[in-house]
């Protein structure tokens, strides 16, 4: 049959895809809401925070150990417990032992086969 | 009449999308390749970002995701096999959040994942414009990104500029300065999404283009999200979204689509 209404020039998408969107909106914003009151659930948010990261790592000769030369280049160091497990992992590779202090912290000995336990305050 | 076309892509629209997508996988691929993250996989460097879910793989397969991604960047930015292109992506992609967890390679999944749901490649239609609620989707995960940032950023205090304080970029930047930047952070994010969705629709590109090439310059690595949401703004540059109603056209009495 000749339709002489006005029709619109896009082709129709399938109703099942229109759905699936649908659920996918509804879970998207379910679990940004969720992210937004639980600190540990990654969402959008952008280096909102960043801790003040300071340290001193020496070897067991007193020499400096940055911690960055064990870091990817594109790795933005933001929080405490992160450059604890940097730490632990030099500790654990690397000849040891290592002094450790963060700031507004007492100073520890770092030893292999303890590292993990050792840099924690 | 009042209508929201967040599904009405144009092919202009669809060809920059894919060309920037196409950018964001290569630049991703080369800021993995320059920033050592081989080094992570042969045990050298610390497993930045490792979720344990997943264990480290070797650098063969390590190898394998980036052949993947810089295949499917190539194919996209040359508009050539964008279908097999967006596939490809998407199961580097997958690959890559295994092993190391990011908000960028987060976003980039996200928008390949809805990319993936209906795949339209420019060269193989004649429309100018195409129907896609996969598209709608992009669009609103854009105002999402914008809209979830501003309410953690708020909520955790960022305006009060001490987290740009602390960035190493910006170390150098007077400390009088770190309020009113985060607050014009805050606005940005606001501004671009309404932007965008209004006739202003290049300027809140222009504002995207530069808040995210603030970011980039602040923080190493990231130029991948910023290339990520300029792919998803481009999606906005043409035709209203709000308050103009889709084209129609008085089909030829012989159309196949005079289905209504």
């Known amino acids: ?121 | 009449m009042f209508n929201l076309n967040l599904e009405v892509v144009t092919l202009r629209q669809l060809r920059w999308f894919y060309r920037l997508l196409g950018a964001a996988l290569g630049a991703r691929l080369l800021t993995d390749a320059f920033s050592g993250i081989w080094r992570v996989h042969t045990g050298e460097f610390f497993p930045w970002r490792h979720l344990p879910v997943f264990p480290l793989y070797s650098t063969g397969f390590l190898a394998l995701e980036w052949a993947l991604l810089g295949a499917a960047s190539l194919a996209l930015l040359s508009g050539f096999a964008q279908r097999v292109a967006l596939r490809l992506a998407l199961l580097a992609l997958a690959m890559g959040l295994s092993q190391r967890y990011s908000n960028q390679n987060a976003l980039l999944f996200i928008v390949l994942v809805f990319s993936n749901l209906k795949i339209a490649a420019p060269h193989a239609t004649t429309e100018e414009e195409l129907r896609l609620p996969n598209f709608g989707l992009i669009r609103l995960q854009l105002l999402l990104v914008y809209g979830f940032s501003v309410l953690n950023k708020l909520t955790h205090g960022f305006q009060s500029g001490a987290a740009i304080g602390e960035l190493s970029a910006l170390k150098w930047l007077s400390p009088r300065l770190l309020t009113p930047l985060a607050w014009s952070v805050l606005a940005l994010e606001v501004l671009i999404p309404l932007l965008l969705c209004s006739r202003l629709a290049r300027w809140g590109l222009a504002f995207a283009i530069l808040l995210h090439t603030g970011f980039a310059l602040a923080l190493p690595g990231i130029f991948t999200f910023s290339l990520t949401m300029w792919a998803m703004a481009a999606l906005f540059i043409g035709p209203p979204l709000i308050g103009q109603p889709p084209r129609h056209i008085t089909p030829m009495p012989s159309s196949p689509r005079a289905d209504l």
């Open chain 1, 1 to 121: 049959m000749l339709s002489t209404g006005v029709v619109s020039a896009y082709p129709k998408p399938s109703p099942r895809l229109r759905s699936l969107c649908r659920a996918l909106l509804f879970l998207n914003l379910a679990y940004l809401s969720a992210a937004l009151f639980t600190d540990a659930l990654p969402g959008w948010k952008m280096f909102e925070t960043v801790e003040h990261v300071e340290y001193v790592l020496n070897n067991s000769r007193g020499e400096p150990v940055d911690v960055h030369s064990v870091l990817p280049r594109s790795a933005n160091l933001i929080d405490k417990a992160q450059l604890r497990r940097v730490v632990a992992f030099i500790c654990e590779h690397q000849p040891g032992p290592f002094w450790f202090q963060e700031a507004g912290q007492r100073g520890r000995w770092l030893r292999r086969g303890s590292c993990g336990a050792d840099v924690q305050p």
